[in-house]
């Protein structure tokens, strides 16, 4: 009797669990679902009621924005940006995060802290002094500004999360390189960097999603040449009215390129984003 | 091959001196044992010779050579860590090779050292295989071969046997004693078990607080320690000590307490009579047979705990607030709450300044 007790008591959980689950996964897909595919109809049928979930799709939308519009271009913009401010950060992120994890000097903790500190300022805050020094160095309006801008963002972050990851790292193994016969840079590309890779792949995709995501800094530095996907996605609300179609085409380009790259290392995102959270 | 010299060497971390004045000359093929409890500078004094560590003064020497500003890389040493080191993304065999590829060894000249060193430690079979993949024991047996394919002039090894379970210490302990009587390469070895420094050690140096407190080979460590600290380290279960005084009667010397502990000494000790000195005898220089021994130098006592170890017994015993443990050969003869006579060996005992500490018999 206890056993079977013990058992609709275990089935009722997990059909608590599940449910719970689904619900929650209903509430998280669902617009993205209905982006994709209203994105893929025509503009009457995207308001046709009951919606459609089997039909034709057309790609009258991209070929038009493609075609037609800059949106290649806008695409461009942002690819560069977000990427150009990505690798800068990962880059010299590593570098000063293992110098702060592995140096030996008075005030390390504070200089930690300062450069973590200047990542907690409001975006809003920081674009009102930063274009006052972009106008004097005439960067509004280039993308170079815009790569400045993020990196100011995402540099002490990629900083603070690989200072975390090498500081996790026992310093055994790279003694033991250098007793080897192996240089202090040595050590350090060739023992230390390839355990902290999926900490540098966690961190490389969200300053990758910080800098594609961002509005803020795209909407005041840009010019019409360097807009980003997200500033050309605002100009579809019009007063005459809203391109739907395109505004659920652009949508779509916006998620895309991140859920392909978060797929494609899910495996480093998980060991990364968790590095540290299991001791 | 080499010898190695420390010669004044200190160590501060701010205010800490965690080396003291440490001078120790290591002969050429001669294996060294550091031992001492967690803190005393062992695993300090080590990484400053493999240039982990900087050092706060002195000079360290391999060979003729002083290495003080040099980089490890360059010392010609190799070394083998408590938790291995290993490195996890690469194979056995490129974890073994990972130093020959940085020396510039050619591929033929690096396969065939990596395989002799692997044939050794008889880790053939495991040189494809990752780290994650191996158990701690053979972890351990690549963390020396990475050491050994070198052919360093010096090893160094910083407490390699304390992850593993304790009958594979056991065994490590013989097999490493081999490697080193087959390969004959200066070591110096790190230990806090006074075990594995006794039976692996040609000397062992003995350390605590960042002095060295003797440095002997095994059995004279063992027979005469310099102070009540190494007395105390070396040998298990640990010698005995009682506080007494010195007292004098018909000509003799006694040591006695108010606990009733009365023994007859052959040594004068004319400078202390009536002082207060620590009186030490050995587990087993103790004797439940008391036929041979005279009676001034037996002791009535209750037993307390009745250890039965199989080839030998572990008695604790007590008299007055004073508990002595006594170890026999052989199945326990005695039981709890028995009171019983023990016999001290009249010719093995130890005697230290109550105040200094150090030895009185010399």
Known sequence: ?279 | MATVSFKNVCKNFGDQEVVKNLNLEIEDQEFIVLVGPSGCGKSTSLRMLAGLEEITSGDILIGDTKVNDMEPKDRDIAMVFQNYALYPHMNVYDNMAFGLKLRKHSASEIERQVNEAATILGIEHLLERKPKELSGGQRQRVAIGRAIVREPKVFLMDEPLSNLDAKLRVQMRAELAKLHQKLKTTCIYVTHDQTEAMTMGDRIVVMKDGVVQQVASPSELYNSPNNIFVAGFIGSPAMNFIDCKVKQHNGQTYLVNEDGFSYLIDNQLADYNDKEVVFGIRPEDISYDTTDTPKENCQQVRVDVVENLGAETLLYVSFGEQSVVCRFMGAPKHSVGNNINIALNPNRYYIFDKETGNSLLK
């Open chain 1, 1 to 279: 009797m206890a056993k079977d007790k013990l058992t609709t008591r275990k089935i009722v959980t997990r059909v608590l669990i599940l449910t719970a689950l689904t619900i929650a996964m209903v509430w998280a897909l669902l617009p993205i679902v209905w982006m994709v595919l209203s994105s893929l109809k025509t503009e009457a049928g995207m308001f046709s009621m009951p919606p459609k979930f089997i039909f034709k799709p057309t790609f009258s939308t991209y070929a038009f924005m493609f075609d037609e519009g800059n949106f290649g271009q806008f695409l461009n913009n942002s690819l560069i940006a977000a990427g150009s401010s990505t690798v800068v950060a990962l880059l010299l992120g590593t570098f000063g995060g293992y110098a702060l994890a592995r140096g030996n000097y008075r005030g390390k903790k504070h200089i930690a802290f300062w450069i973590i500190s200047t990542r907690m300022t409001p975006i809003a805050a920081a674009i009102v002094p930063l274009y006052l020094i972009f106008a004097n160095f005439h960067l509004i309006g280039s993308t170079f500004g815009l790569v400045v801008a993020y990196t100011t963002f995402n540099l002490p972050f990629a900083l603070w999360m690989m200072m975390t990851f090498f500081a996790e790292l026992p310093p055994d193994m790279e003694h033991a390189a250098m007793v080897d016969g192996a240089t202090k840079f040595q050590a350090f590309y060739r023992i230390a960097l390839p355990q902290v890779a999926p900490g540098l792949v966690a961190t490389g995709i969200l300053c990758l999603m910080f800098a594609w995501n961002d509005f803020a800094f795209a909407s005041v530095f840009t010019g019409h040449d360097t807009q980003t996907i997200p500033v050309a996605a605002s100009l579809l609300v019009s007063q005459t009215g809203i391109a739907w179609g395109q505004a659920m085409a652009t949508g779509t380009v916006i998620i895309l390129p991140m859920v392909i790259a978060g797929l494609a290392v899910r495996k480093y995102l998980v060991r990364g984003l968790s590095m540290g959270a299991v001791k």
